[in-house]
């Protein structure tokens, strides 16, 4: 079955300064990764996707990941966060083939002056 | 370009009243869609999802039920609301193509079951 674990419920980082957030999956068959934002009381905002291709993705607001088959990883990073930054990310992966999406627990951004 | 609408945006209601939340797309045809609860603090639980009109599959048994009346309208409905429905009910529509499936979500409803 497959599983999604983002290693960090909480993430403080200052303004500015990088920040990786993790993200493992277990899936014995070939996976689509995706990551998306959710801004306080809003839903989901699609930040970036991995289909095939490139194993590096950028998607929005400066944010990229790498997809690392060999560690069956998908970690979020960006160079240099703003406080605009600070919201819950969610991993979450897809079994090609069926249509279910299953999300990890969040990590919480939270980006200091 | 497509949308997706949810609404009502809050609601608060007594333990056991009905529920009905909507969910309606714009701009897409015969879209797959989803209904999710978060409840605070956690992570997205898939409630039920949709491939076409009348076809539901449900994923966590429980007080909810789901219908798809037409095809970009989908309706998450309760009889007797119970204190642990209370979360934030998000739905998603997908389309899907030949390189795969990416879901998009609405802006979600909050319920507090009080």
């Known amino acids: 079955a497959q599983s999604v674990t983002q290693l960090d419920s909480q993430v403080p980082v200052f303004e500015e300064a990088p920040v990786e957030l993790r993200c493992n999956y277990s899936?014995?068959?070939?996976?689509?990764l995706f990551w998306y934002v959710q801004y306080p009381n809003q839903g989901l905002q699609l930040l970036l996707k991995?289909?095939?291709?490139?194993?590096l993705v950028k998607g929005i607001n400066g944010f990229e990941a790498e997809f690392n088959k060999s560690q069956t990883s998908f970690h979020l990073r960006k160079p240099s966060v703003h406080i605009s930054d600070t919201a819950e990310y969610f991993c979450a992966v897809r079994t090609r083939g069926t249509d279910k999406l299953i999300f990890g627990t969040g990590t919480r951004l939270q980006v200091f002056p | 370009s497509q949308t997706i609408h949810q609404w009502p945006a809050t609601l608060v209601q007594p333990v056991g009243s009905p529920l009905s939340l909507e969910c309606t797309v714009e701009g897409t045809s015969n879209p797959n869609l989803y209904w999710y609860r978060q409840a605070a603090g956690r992570g997205l639980q898939l409630l039920f999802y949709s491939v076409g009109i009348g076809q539901i599959s449900s994923e966590v048994p429980q007080n909810l039920s789901a219908s798809r009346p037409q095809d970009r309208q989908f309706i998450l409905s309760s009889k007797k609301l119970l204190l642990s429905d209370s979360g934030f009910y998000l739905c998603a529509w997908s389309v899907r193509t030949s390189w795969g499936e990416t879901q998009y979500f609405g802006p979600g409803t909050r319920l507090l079951v009080l």
């Open positions: 899936s014995s068959v070939s996976v689509y």
């Open positions: 991995y289909l095939s291709g490139s194993t």
